[in-house]
């Protein structure tokens, strides 16, 4: 019986589930470049690049281990811009019995590989992707029917179940999260190490000048290239943070500093989501960099709870909420999204630093997405939709199911609480804590209006004032809204009007 085993950019695991019971003498490999995908967003060119060379070596590292792989580069001749017609090709060319899949990472792709079996007389196996610690239906059975989902009680539930910093049934330490110990500003004095970053070899500058061609005009640098295209390399990237960097990540994962978007980060959210690197490897050698003294309990915790906690919480979110999930809009926001999210061209120096990381990198930590990028979205009323395609395009580790449940509950919250307790909004103040940015800006973050006054502190106000209905009972927002009460309405008019002024004078064309 023969089989084709169709593998996606996002799956490069040698222990996917798609390829499990692979015959070498019969089975077929295919993996293809297609149009649809590299085109549905305007990726930055730093991410296409990144896909299409990792896609490009791991079919190298089949084939060298004796598989059958057929490749179907974006340049090719009769390349049919999709998955679907890559497949239609390939059932054209073999005498194929089954198709085997592992279910991709966004609900759209799901719904078109649901079709192929009818499409095409075939039977199309999707299989599970059970390279995540937590299954979809063991998700949805932890969720019942709660009203909300907080990820901090879903994380404890992995924590007990994987056995990660765990003594028995208690947490390592005697407590389940050190958040708290994690927001430390970062001394000037302080210098993160010299990141590793990885000369292009022969299949990435073919790649590089394949993206330079055909997306020159997209968002983003592509020069200097540095991330890593195999499993090996993506290894020793994460090596070098567990020596060099993990032992100050806990303290400083909060902080922000001027053209240093890494910091002291682990870089490993592109490895992770493609398939190079998986969540239970990289936790593990977390812990035994914490039982063999490398790095502090608060890195190590808060390391662990990003991968066991967020990025299985999120994709749990995502995969029992949609399709519908994308759809709401609980603070009604429908702003257009300003081009200064493109062009980084603005007066305010936290921005204009997020998004020259982000352009630079295609990378931004996530205070910068949540606090930065995010926050000013949220107070700025920018239509949900328009947020999630720009966080989807820009970033090298950006896939829907992590991207969309971040941006619209967490960053948004656009579900209406179902991810967060409160929205997380914030005013100049903040910023100017956990940042050098505020030092070099023509705004002062402690003036809450008038011509030198921080657009963050403005439209904080602002907007916590014109979603007063929505949530002025939320008891985490009791003291922002008693001072609110002291104001006097037309204090808070002016506020609100002068908040419009701004966000209606931002250019919105690109």
């Not at 968002?219 to 994460?238: I, K, M, S």
């Not at 959210?269 to 039982?291: H, I, K, T």
């Not at 063999?292 to 995969?319: D, H, K, M, S, T």
């Not at 979603?467 to 008693?482: E, F, H, Q, T, V």
């Amino acid at each position: 019986m023969r089989h084709l085993r169709y593998i996606l950019g996002d799956q490069l695991s040698r222990d996917i589930s798609s390829l499990r019971g692979l015959d070498p003498d019969t089975d077929v490999v295919l993996m293809a470049e297609v149009a649809e995908e590299a085109g549905y967003v305007r990726h930055h060119q730093q991410k296409i690049a990144f896909l299409f060379s990792a896609m490009r070596h791991f079919a190298e590292d089949l084939a060298r281990r004796g598989v059958r792989v057929e490749y179907t580069k974006l340049d090719d001749p009769g390349n049919a811009g999709s998955f679907t017609g890559e497949l239609e090709r390939a059932l054209r060319r073999h005498a194929i019995d089954h198709v085997v899949v592992t279910e991709p990472g966004e609900w759209r792709v799901l719904e078109a590989m649901r079709g192929w079996q009818e499409r095409f007389d075939i039977p199309v196996h999707i299989r599970s992707d059970d390279r995540f610690f937590c299954s979809h239906d063991e998700f949805r059975a932890w969720a019942g029917d709660k009203r909300g989902f907080r990820m901090e009680f879903f994380y404890r539930a992995m924590r007990r179940k994987t056995g990660l910093l765990m003594e028995g049934g208690d947490p390592v330490g005697g407590q389940w999260n050190f958040d708290k110990d994690n927001r430390k500003s970062l001394p000037a004095t302080l210098a993160p190490p010299p990141r590793l970053r990885f000369e292009p070899d022969a299949v990435t500058a073919e790649v590089l000048d394949l993206v330079r061609h055909r997306f020159g005009t997209n968002f983003g640098d592509l020069a200097p290239f540095g991330w890593a295209t195999t499993r090996p390399e993506a290894l020793l990237a994460f090596d070098h943070f567990i020596l060099d960097c993990l032992p100050h990540f806990g303290d400083y994962q909060d902080a922000m500093r001027t053209d240093d978007g890494f910091l002291f980060h682990s870089l490993v959210s592109p490895y992770l989501n493609a398939g190079l690197l998986g969540p239970n490897e990289v936790c593990q050698r977390a812990q035994d960099a914490y039982e063999a003294g490398i790095a502090p309990l608060n890195a190590v915790e808060g390391f662990i709870r990003q991968i066991l906690g967020w990025r299985e919480y999120v994709r749990g979110v995502y995969w029992l909420k949609m399709p519908d999930y994308a759809a709401t809009n609980a603070l009604n926001a429908h702003r257009k999204l300003p081009a200064l999210y493109w062009t980084g061209e603005t007066d305010m120096n936290c921005l204009r630093q997020a998004v020259g990381d982000t352009r630079r990198q295609a990378y931004a930590h996530h205070i910068q997405r949540l606090m930065i990028t995010g926050n000013f979205a949220l107070l700025a009323g920018i239509e949900p939709a328009e947020v999630e395609e720009w966080y989807l395009a820009v970033y090298a580790d950006a896939y829907e199911w992590v991207e969309l449940p971040n941006v619209h509950g967490m960053v948004l919250f656009a579900d209406g609480g179902l991810m967060g307790s409160k929205p997380y909004a914030a005013g100049g103040a903040y910023i100017n804590r956990m940042t050098d940015y505020c030092g070099a800006c023509t705004y002062d973050p402690a003036v809450r209006s008038g011509p030198t006054a921080c657009p963050f502190t403005t439209l904080y106000w602002a907007f916590l004032i014109d979603n007063a209905d929505k949530l002025s009972g939320n008891r985490r927002l009791a003291m922002p809204y008693r001072a609110i009460e002291k104001l006097g309405p037309e204090h808070r008019a002016a506020l609100q009007a002068e908040a419009r002024r701004f966000l209606d004078a931002l250019p919105t064309d690109y």
